[in-house]
């Protein structure tokens, strides 16, 4: 397993121009530091984008679904700080869900990442996720150049459960029921043609999958992440 716990909060979304400079400082030096003190959350990383549909994937690692729907997680949603308050409002487009990991392939951890969000008809989710789990994980994360494949299915109550922080971004987010992450440690033009060829949208339209886009490839910007000693690094 390459992600260290068992849930995760997936978030895409772009940043207003004029909101681009504060959105940094307060990203890195308050958010992400926030959100990986709350009890059962391990570390946090931002990528921005190569060539994707939303300049900004955010992955946060935690050790279990039940830590997003825990009260430590939901007391920070519900009292953001006037810093978050003012940042939030140049989010945009933003698409988030909270996920159990159905499975975890690789080796590591990697300054690449491509990732395809999508739904899946309803009653179909459960043969679904065994496919991708036993037919198609396994081939993505032995790809030449890949660090690891994961599979995220979000839970969907949870993840639509309204908050003070989404009530100040302004709009409802969207929540994709599923997520394929796909790590990369190589150069970034072959792994790009990877991942456009491996997360082609037919191939998982025939899966069950309902209206996939192309697959976003991202960078690796920031990692923060809460050590042994319980401080944030």
Known sequence: MSLQGRGAVAIWHDIAPEGRVEFYAWHGSEHMPERVGIPGFLSGRRFAAINADLEFFNLYEVESLDVLKGPGYRARLNDPTP????????????????????????????????????????????????ALVRDVLPGLAAGDGVAAAHLLVADMEASGEVNAEQRARGGANAVPRFALVVEGWGDEAAFMTLARRELAPPFFEALGAVRPGAADVYRHQVTRSRSASGTVG
């Open 83 to 130: 810093w978050t308050l003012a940042a939030v409002k140049h989010f945009r487009s933003v698409a988030r869900s909270l996920c159990r990991v159905a499975a975890s392939r690789g080796q590591g951890q990697s300054g690449l990442v491509a990732t395809l969000r999508y739904d899946v008809a309803s009653g179909a989710e459960e043969a679904h996720e065994a």
